[in-house]
């Protein structure tokens, strides 16, 4: 049966119920067979709607299903006592009002009552700081406080009115009187709950049920109270104990439950939630006081609700206290997180940027006052990519947090070891140089120890930069110590990776200067101007040695720092997002030297110009080679775009698009340092090129003529059948040359056929050469 055909059900026949009772209360003259009418009356609707309301907890589940069952329990308790009673008003139609057990049936519907409200508002909104367990105890003393109140206000606005025959007979009287305070009790803490728990309209139906049926109940249990010398209540007075079941009833029916549908925003439930326990209580306060001044006398009664009252408020506040307490832990606890997030890389759980900058101007700070002596040691994984793509990005995760444990282990307690970001590391060490230096010493030994992370061995490597703090450097600040470091770094990643670089040049200058923040000034305006120029190398043909093409290769000689070599800043240029300013300009310059280039060789020459194979798969590319060529009127079929192999192609489709375009324009593509680096054969497979150039390490087949050889003769016969051209590249000796020539390969570049050089100084190194006596195209 499903929940809707039960509500239609039960409430039918809870109205066909109720039809027949009210008929029958007022068809049966007054007397003990009105009585005997009520009573059973009374035991049949209650039995009905215990029914109803444990077949509606069983279509439900969770708290929607504990409440009902309790509300179904509490009926079927109190329908007993109505059937105790109706079968006394069989056996004894004349008797007296009293006590008898039975009555516990009675007091067991508000026991079940009360357990239902608190199984229900499990599910309602309550104040977020506070605790299941504790908002229950709070609910329960702030209804008994509001409770006291109010009788204490009712007993001192109506003493006298108490029958005689009532007050002779306590024990009657106080079991009596137990049913309507039980009742007002229970109406008080719905009332609570609907006051000071924002829920959904929906959700707040059965509470309003729920309140009323108290209401209902409280009512007739009053005026039983005040019937007690009769023990007979007219039909009007009873119909609380038929309404009352029947409105727990529709509480069961209704749906959703307590805990469904969308909460509503109630603003002022919080201040409710804390103010509205206590209005009760002060105005029963301004009662006693006003009548106390008058001359009036506290009764006994008034005397024991006031010290419950002041319990309670004393109970209640001793909660409110703990409540403030475990809120204040916990927003302490919070912020306590929440800077430790701030501050910590979430990787690695070391520290981050920001705590490390501050931590080392703190350091300098000490330095200049009281001469500490500061080291700052900046490490950069070496191929750290290498990693991420062969093993994937979760064993690259967890080989950076054993990375960070041995950095963490090689240094002091009073040492900071930081991520900085990516595969970079640094260590503030306070300490003498002589301390400083072996340190680094054991974290570059350390991280060459292997790794072995989930079965797998991974070796890795890093570059190590160190800087010193220089007493004759009093204002040097955190940023700048920090791209001294960065400096030093790319010093040993030029020396060949795997070592350490001490910082040695001043504060502008000399071979360790601060290149990252020199490369970005000298690409903001003119490259040019800034030092930088380009040089080319020959590409000739080994049949006999007639030049083919130039490779243009980017030089910088800095003002401040001088010379510096072409891996260093473009390392640099790759690691700071600076490297699409160098290839445009290189693109530029070359097309822009074509004509200068071809009145050198007598002919017009091709021009290689190496892009970063990340640009392959991002936007303006295009745009670069078709300026350039418009620009200085080139040929596009005279252009060669060469992909470095330094870096992995990151959108493999892409490029393949954008290398196709460029080649529908005309222009070629080549893979540059072919084995070296990411370009595998498959990637020579899916990348549409025209010319491949074989890195030295394939080339040496004069040191190595089978290994070497074989690896070479793979190679070229691949490229063979793909119809690629093959440049050797690293040729340094005429040996060389003439093995790669038997091998089969056309063409080659190294220091044999020309070192590198600007424009205006080719015609001097171009070799006697007979004249070329087929197509200069390096792909003919």
Known sequence: MT????????????VL???????????????????????AAQFVLGAVAAFVCFAAGRERSGPRRRWRLLIGA???TWAAGRLWFTVRDLVEPDRAAAATPADVGFLTLPLFTFLALIAGSMALPRPPQASLRRDRIVLVIDSLLVTGSLLALAWSALPDRIPDEVLARPWVAGTAAAYPIADLWLAVMVALLLTTRPTSLAGRVPLRLMGLAMLAFGVSDTLRLLHLSTGVLSPVGSAGYLLGPALLTLAALSNPGLDEGPALERAEADWLHLLLPYLPVVATGVVIAVRTGAGGQLTSYEAYLGWLGLGLVVARQMFTIVDNTVLLARISEGQQRLHHQAYHDPLTGLANRALFRERLVLALDDHRHRGVPVALLFADLDDFKLINDSFGHAMGDRLLRAIGERLVACVGEGDLVARLGGDEFAALLERPADEAEPAAHRILAALREPFVIDGHTVG?????????SDPGDADLSADALLRRADAAMYVSKRRGKNALARYAGGADGGPNADLPHLLARALSGNPAAAGFEVYYQPIV???DGAIVAVEALARWTDPVAGPVDPDVFVTVAERTGLVAAIDDFVLDRACADASALAQTYGRPIDMHVNVSAARLGQHGLEEAVDRALQRHSVRPSRLVVEITETRRIPDMARAVEVAERLRRRGVRVALDDFGSGYNALAQLHSLPVDIVKLDSTLTDVDVSPERAGALCRSVLAICAELNIAVVAEGIETPARARALASLGCDFGQGYLFGQPGPVHRLAAMIPTQPAPHTSPHLAS
Do not use: C, K, M
Request: charged fraction near 10%; charge should be positive; aromatic fraction near 4%.
């Open 3 to 14: 929940t809707e055909r039960l509500s239609a059900r039960s409430a039918v026949t809870l």
């Open 541 to 543: 043909r080994l049949a």
């Open 460 to 468: 890795i490597s890093a570059s190590l930069g160190l800087v010193l």
């Open 74 to 76: 509490g009926l079927t």
């Open 17 to 39: 119920a109720a039809a027949v009772t009210a008929t029958g209360a007022y068809a049966v003259p007054a007397g003990p067979g009105q009585r005997l009418f009520n009573d």
